[in-house]
C-alpha cells in the first residue's frame, strides 16, 4: 500500500537471497531521515539498538525483504524453517572509547610534575593543544592519558554526533549506548597518512583524527611520525574539519579534537636526564625539528619536563582527578558565557582578530604581550595562542579579563624562549 510507505525509510544491506544483513554508519542514516522529516525506520535487525540512539525515530528491526512487506500490508509474518541464524555485526575495535563504567586515568598518579599537572589543567579548561618535551620516564605518557578525564561529558548534540562517526567507522560496540565521555586515540608512530586522516580506496575509511573528534588525539613519540603525517593535522587543527579529495569523490568529516604530543629530546632520549647520550647537538636538533615550525606554532602550550628528584616524588601531594575537574567546568561555563551567540565553545577556537576586537585586554597586560611580539619570542600566530591562554587563565581564576600576571603565565606555558620555540 502506498500509504505504509510515506516517510518510511529502508536502510540495510541486501542479500541476493533477500536476507537482511547489518551495516555501519546506521547513526548516520538515522539522524538523516530525521532531518529530512522522515519518522518510520527499517534496518536490520542488529542494527535496532544502535538506530533508536537517534529521538524521535520510529525504529522497526526485519531480518529479510519478505518481513518488510508482510509488515507494511498488515498481514503475519513467519520465519521460514531451518532459516539460518541471523549475520551479526562483527565485534568492532573500542580502543579509544571508554566504556561508562571505565575507570578513568587519575590525575593522582602523576607525581613530581607540578607544573605540568597545571599545564593539563589549563589545557582542560581552554580546549589548548599541547607538547611535552622531556627524557623517558618523566611522565609524558600518565599526563596525556589523563586530559581526557578532566573534560566535560558531551552534550546530547555532541554525544550524538560523535556516536554517529564511530558508527560509520564500524567501531560501535553493540547495544553500547550513545558515547558521552570524550574519545581518546593513541596511534603508533607507524600510523599512515590514509589511517590518520581517513580517505583511502573506493570506500573512504575514516580517520583518526575524526574518531577523535571533540575528544583527544595522542600522539606520543611524536617525531617518530613521518612528516607527512603530522603536516597533515594542520588542516584540521585550524579549521576543526579534514577535507578529502580523490578521483571518486569528494568528503569533509569532523576532526575538531585536542592535539597532545610528547617527544624524546633526542634519538636515545638520554639528553636531558644525565645519562650517557652519544647523540650529538646536530642530531638532537634535527631530531627535535622533525616536528615542524608551522605545526609547533599551533600548539598552544609546550611544556619541558625533566625527571623529578626523589625529595619531589617524596613531598609532592598531587590533586586527583575529582578535585581539578570542577575547576575546569567552571572556567569552561566562564568562556561558554562569554562566548553565548558565536559560533565558539572554547577559548582556544577563538580567531585571534575576532578575541582583540571583541575582548581587548587591558592596557598593563597589552604592553606585557607587545613586549615579548618586540623581543620576537612570538610570532603573529603565537601571539594569538597566547591571548587564549590568558583567557583561560584568567577563567580558571574566576576574573572578568586576563591582567599582566595571566600574559606572564602564558608566555611561560608556551615556552616561547625555550627548547619548543617556534
Not at 291 to 303: A, K, N, T
Not at 329 to 347: D, I, S, Y
Not at 398 to 407: R, S
Request: contains cysteine; charged residues 20%.
Amino acid at each position: 500500500p502506498g500509504d505504509e510507505l510515506r516517510g518510511l525509510v529502508c536502510v540495510g544491506e541486501l542479500a541476493l537471497d533477500g536476507r537482511l544483513r547489518p551495516m555501519t554508519g546506521v547513526v548516520v542514516a538515522a539522524l538523516g531521515a530525521s532531518r529530512a522529516g522522515h519518522t518510520r525506520l527499517v534496518v536490520p535487525r542488529a542494527n535496532v539498538a544502535e538506530a533508536e540512539l537517534v529521538p524521535g525515530v520510529q525504529v522497526l528491526g526485519v531480518s529479510c525483504l519478505s518481513e518488510i512487506v508482510a509488515h507494511l500490508r498488515g498481514e503475519a509474518w513467519q520465519p521460514p524453517d531451518a532459516a539460518e541464524p541471523e549475520p551479526s555485526v562483527a565485534a568492532a575495535p573500542t580502543a579509544g572509547l571508554l566504556a561508562p563504567d571505565a575507570a578513568i586515568p587519575d590525575l593522582a598518579d602523576v607525581r613530581g610534575q607540578a607544573a605540568a599537572r597545571h599545564a593539563l589543567e589549563v589545557a582542560a579548561a581552554g580546549g589548548h593543544h599541547m607538547a611535552f618535551l622531556g627524557p623517558p620516564g618523566v611522565g609524558k605518557t600518565m599526563l596525556a592519558e589523563r586530559l581526557a578525564g578532566l573534560l566535560p561529558s558531551l552534550d546530547q548534540q555532541a554525544a550524538l554526533e560523535v556516536t554517529a562517526i564511530h558508527s560509520v567507522a564500524g567501531r560501535l560496540p553493540a547495544n553500547s549506548g550513545v558515547i558521552t565521555r570524550p574519545p581518546f586515540e593513541a596511534p603508533h608512530h607507524t600510523a599512515t597518512f590514509v589511517a590518520m586522516v581517513g580517505g583511502g580506496g573506493a570506500v573512504p575509511r575514516v580517520g583518526l583524527v575524526s574518531l577523535a573528534h571533540l575528544g583527544v588525539l595522542f600522539l606520543d613519540e611524536a617525531p617518530e611520525f613521518a612528516g607527512r603525517v603530522l603536516d597533515a593535522l594542520r588542516q584540521p587543527l585550524e579549521s576543526g574539519r579534514v577535507h578529502i579529495a580523490r578521483a571518486g569523490y569528494s568528503l569533509s568529516f569532523p576532526a575538531r579534537f585536542q592535539l597532545v604530543m610528547a617527544a624524546n629530546p633526542c634519538p636515545c632520549g638520554h639528553a636531558a636526564s644525565g645519562a650517557a647520550c652519544r647523540c650529538t647537538p646536530a642530531v638532537r636538533s634535527r631530531y627535535v625539528q622533525r616536528l615542524s615550525g608551522p605545526l609547533l606554532d599551533r600548539v598552544d602550550i609546550r611544556i619541558e619536563l625533566s625527571a623529578p628528584s626523589r625529595a619531589d616524588m617524596l613531598v609532592d601531594t598531587p590533586e586527583n582527578t575529582a578535585a581539578v575537574t570542577p575547576r575546569v567546568h567552571a572556567a569552561r561555563a566562564r568562556a561558554a558565557a562569554r562566548l553565548a551567540g558565536t559560533p565558539w565553545r572554547v577559548n582556544a577556537e577563538v580567531p585571534g582578530p575576532v578575541l582583540r576586537r571583541q575582548w581587548p585586554l587591558p592596557a598593563a597586560a597589552s604592553a606585557a604581550l607587545g613586549r615579548a611580539l618586540d623581543r620576537g619570542v612570538l610570532s603573529a600566530r603565537g601571539t594569538d595562542r597566547v591571548l587564549r591562554l590568558a583567557w583561560t587563565l584568567s577563567d580558571l581564576a574566576g576574573l572578568a579579563e586576563p591582567g599582566a600576571p595571566q600574559v606572564y603565565a602564558a608566555l611561560g606555558l608556551r615556552d616561547s624562549a625555550g627548547a619548543w620555540a617556534a
